[in-house]
């Protein structure tokens, strides 16, 4: 599946950000669909993932609380809704597909299909 993440720009501290990933497939609900980022210098960090049909979601403990994500499997999109944003969230947000099989994966190596990045700057 192809993956396009928009969204990202600068915003200020304690400021909100909402990306979104639009998938290219007719059976988008079968995906698991995941959120990662990388900031520089850094591997790349599991942030947050949803399952097919969007009743489970799973979050790193650095964005409990902060970021939300969701889908919309008519529209083939995935959002990460982000607020009170810090400086340490600054990082090239990916999005992530794989075959949902009833868990959610953490790991960047189990997803199979992933966006182009968008770049979030979280100024103080």
């Known amino acids: 599946v192809q993956l396009q993440a928009s969204g990202g720009g600068l915003v200020q501290t304690g400021g909100s950000l909402r990306l979104t990933c639009t998938a290219s497939?007719?059976?988008?609900?079968?995906?698991?669909m995941g959120w990662f980022r990388q900031a520089p210098g850094k591997g790349r960090d599991f942030v947050a993932a949803?399952?097919?049909?969007?009743?489970?979601?799973n979050y790193a403990d650095s964005v409990k609380g902060r970021f939300t994500i969701s889908r919309d499997n008519a529209k083939n999109t995935m959002n990460l809704q982000m607020n009170t944003l810090k400086p340490e969230d600054t990082a090239v947000y990916f999005c992530?597909?794989?075959?949902?099989?009833?868990?959610?994966?953490?790991?960047?190596?189990?997803?199979?299909?992933w966006g182009q990045g968008t770049l979030v700057t979280v100024s103080s």
């Open positions: 949803i399952s097919g049909s969007g009743s489970m979601t």
């Open positions: 497939t007719r059976t988008f609900s079968n995906y698991l």
């Open positions: 992530a597909a794989r075959r949902y099989y009833g868990i959610i994966s953490y790991s960047p190596g189990d997803y199979n299909d």
